[in-house]
Nanobody
Framework: QVQLVESGGGLVQAGGSLRLSCAASGRTFSSLTMGWFRQAPGKEREFVAAISWNGGDRFHEDSVKGRFTISRDNARNTVYLQMNSLEPEDTAVYYC????????????????WGQGTQVTVSS
């Protein structure tokens, strides 16, 4: 079982930055594909970014490319989402998620989820 706890959300003005963190429990973190999703009110959940177990493969959704960066520190069991040049459209609850161990693809089902952290960008 993997438990995920997000932190780092908050209120920021447009153009500002935030860094989200997701701390994972368990000894299997270094084998996990990790992802970030977001869900705005009244909208479907959106796949924002993902990173392979060693950081060698990464995905960023088109609307965040060049502004958001996913990274991980396996020694700290933590994955990050650095968000720069934030826009009001980025306002959402952001969720950290993990695939089951030994699922190297960035795509497919994510089986473990955090509780989410709110990001609000004011104009």
């Amino acid at each position: 079982q993997v438990q995920l706890v997000e932190s780092g959300g908050g209120l920021v003005q447009a153009g500002g930055s935030l860094r989200l963190s997701c701390a994972a429990s368990g000894r299997t973190f270094s084998s996990l594909t990790m992802g970030w999703f977001r869900q705005a009110p009244g909208k479907e959940r959106e796949f924002v970014a993902a990173i392979s177990w060693n950081g060698g493969d990464r995905f960023h959704e088109d609307s965040v490319k060049g502004r958001f960066t996913i990274s991980r520190d396996n020694a700290r069991n933590t994955v990050y989402l650095q968000m720069n040049s934030l826009e009001p459209e980025d306002t959402a609850v952001y969720y950290c998620a993990a695939r089951r161990p030994n699922q190297p693809s960035l795509y497919g089902s994510y089986d473990y989820w955090g509780q989410g952290t709110q990001v609000t960008v004011s104009s």
